[in-house]
């Protein structure tokens, strides 16, 4: 299946640490994308590869993968990071985006 | 600086076509693939299209196949998404994308800000 799965919604209280998931079975043979996307703007990319981060990213963000899981931590949660968060992957024709997670800063 | 301005958007009739243009600048065009994602309003992000380097290798969503037409032309380091057959779903937010590879990927590191298409009668 190419469906990506993941919480509509997260909540992480200030400086603690969160992780976003993301399922699907492409997963398994591909690596997931991580986008940050904050109201009126455009999606960022956060994540990408095993554990890539682009340049201007905080190193609180960080990658993981398991099975049929990817994972985007961020390590010491700031107001900022609050927003909505997409994972992508991949199958053998197409490109799908899970349905989005909005993480809420406390 | 990369920057990615899309336009062609607009209010259509369901069934009627519309073409969308993404004119980049800042980077090498043609040393990148190339991607269209569009966001319903108030929903999620749904990939369209990708164009490889040099649209050879081109991938679309099941949901616009046989619709929609990918291009780029790299002479003009422009983008291009040719819409047919327009449906009420289509309306979204457009959204034109920069891989970070020359080949098609999952990996998006530059947006631009959208051009938004309305399908309405």
């Known amino acids: 299946s190419s469906e990506l799965t993941q919480d509509p919604a997260v909540s992480v209280a200030l400086g603690q640490t969160v992780r976003i998931t993301c399922q699907g079975d492409?997963?398994?043979?591909?690596?997931a994308s991580w986008y940050q996307q904050k109201p009126g703007q455009a999606p960022v990319l956060v994540m990408y590869?095993?554990?890539n981060r682009p340049s201007g990213i905080p190193d609180r963000f960080s990658g993981s993968s398991s099975g049929n899981t990817a994972s985007l931590t961020i390590t010491g949660a700031q107001a900022e990071d609050e927003a909505d968060y997409y994972c992508?992957?991949?199958?053998?024709?197409?490109?799908?985006f899970g349905g989005g997670t909005k993480l809420t800063v406390l | 600086e990369v920057q990615l301005v899309e336009s062609g958007g607009g209010l259509v009739q369901p069934g009627r076509s519309l073409r969308l243009s993404c004119a980049a600048s800042?980077?090498?065009?043609?040393?990148?693939?190339m991607h269209w994602v569009r966001q319903a309003p108030g929903k999620g992000l749904e990939w369209v299209s990708g164009?490889?380097?040099?649209?050879?290798?081109?991938a679309y969503a099941d949901s616009v196949k046989g619709r929609f037409t990918i291009s780029r032309d790299n002479a003009k380091n422009s983008l291009y998404l040719q819409m047919n057959s327009l449906r009420a779903e289509d309306t979204a937010l457009y959204y034109c994308?920069?891989?970070?590879?020359?080949?098609?990927?999952?990996?998006?590191?530059?947006w631009g800000q959208g051009t938004l298409v309305t399908v309405s009668s």
């Open positions: 992508n992957s991949r199958d053998s024709s197409s490109i799908h």
């Open positions: 492409s997963l398994r043979s591909y690596y």
């Open positions: 164009i490889s380097w040099n649209s050879g290798s081109i």
């Open positions: 800042g980077f090498t065009f043609d040393d990148y693939a």
């Open positions: 590869g095993k554990n």
């Open positions: 994308a920069k891989d970070i590879r020359p080949t098609v990927t999952t990996s998006f590191d530059y």
